[in-house]
């Protein structure tokens, strides 16, 4: 009998497909579990050790299951309210997307009894500068601070921020959001700017959760609870089009957090892991192939290759002598 990938059984488990001839056995764990069950609580960890050899392949080299299931133990309460296949599809797009969810990178939140991965500002970044990206500076001005953006201005001199003295009581409200990239090269990206009354319209138009959570009288969605890391989130997610290179990943990334937001299944759009490994080596290949060009010529061992000159051919003895009896 074949064995199923993680990925097939949290798509049957969803019902997204229809269950194969012949498994019924394989599909009971899950399909038998599919209420929520609060007992959970106390054994969702040895659950999801069943799937460890499946978290190891969807995790890349740099991220072990333990680091992982660690982030996951503290999410235990609100795993135990959801279902086990959202559960499932939540935690696998998270680590095949390579990011840990702590609350900084990722996070694993509930929406009714489905569990939800969002990516957060930070997870855009990491994968960002898995490419041409050196590093992301994310900022956010407030009404006592000093700013001017001119986006028509060159780089360089397109924005000034200068963050009021005091605590950030005294700096007043978050009036601004913004983002901009450092490449390899030494060069910037342009900046993405949002002010509030733009992340408002982002939440209102495209959070499904915090549509319904206004329209039950409820104010428990992540934009409820966490407005302005969100608001740092949509000005991350609007630069990768100012990135030369802007990678698959993260178009991957931007396709699996607005299914989250539809209510639909996200690990449809997480890569496999032999993908999101090669994406990491053509990284760092390019890095270095950047790197080797910055050599200077006088720390080079190998030296070029000098035509050499041959010395001059003396004519033949027998020749000289015939040119003697001639004179």
């Not at 490449?183 to 733009?198: H, I, K, T, Y």
């Not at 993260?250 to 496999?272: N, R, V």
Request: proline fraction near 7%.
């Amino acid at each position: 009998m074949p064995t199923l990938s993680l990925k097939d059984k949290v798509r049957i488990a969803t019902g997204t497909a229809p269950d194969p001839a012949g498994l019924p056995e394989q599909l009971a764990d899950i399909k038998g579990t599919e209420q929520v069950n609060p007992p959970m609580n106390k054994t969702i960890m040895e659950w999801l050790e069943r799937y460890a050899e499946e978290f190891d392949d969807a995790l890349p080299a740099h991220i072990g299951r333990a680091p992982f299931f660690a982030a996951v133990r503290a999410l235990l309460p609100t795993l135990a309210k959801c279902t086990p296949a959202s559960t499932l599809d939540a935690l696998l797009a998270c680590a095949r997307f390579g990011l840990v969810p702590d609350g900084r990178h990722a996070v694993i939140v509930r929406e009714g009894k489905l569990a939800r991965f969002i990516p957060m500002a930070q997870g855009y970044v990491d994968l960002m500068c898995r490419g041409e990206v050196q590093s992301v500076v994310v900022e956010v001005v407030r009404e006592n601070d000093h700013f001017e953006w001119v986006p028509t201005a060159p780089l360089g001199k397109d924005l000034v921020h200068v963050p009021a003295r005091g605590m950030k009581s005294q700096r007043g409200e978050a009036t601004h959001v913004y983002a901009f990239a450092w490449f390899r090269n030494g060069n910037r990206s342009r900046a993405v700017v949002l002010d509030r009354e733009e992340a408002e319209e982002i939440r209102d138009l495209h959070s499904r959760a915090y549509q319904e959570a206004v329209a039950e009288g409820r104010e428990d969605s992540h934009w409820h609870r966490f407005f302005l890391q969100m608001w740092m989130k949509s000005a991350v997610r609007r630069l990768p089009k100012y990135v030369r290179e802007s990678t698959e990943l993260l178009t991957a990334l931007m396709k699996a957090d607005e299914a989250g937001e539809a209510g639909e299944a996200q690990s449809y759009y997480a890569p496999d892991p032999e993908v999101l490994r090669l994406h990491e080596e053509a990284a760092a290949a390019s890095r270095a192939a950047e790197a080797s060009q910055d050599v200077p010529a006088t720390t080079m061992t190998r030296r070029l290759p000098v035509k050499r000159v041959q010395p001059r051919r003396k004519a033949p003895r027998r020749a000289r002598r015939g040119r003697n009896r001639a004179a």
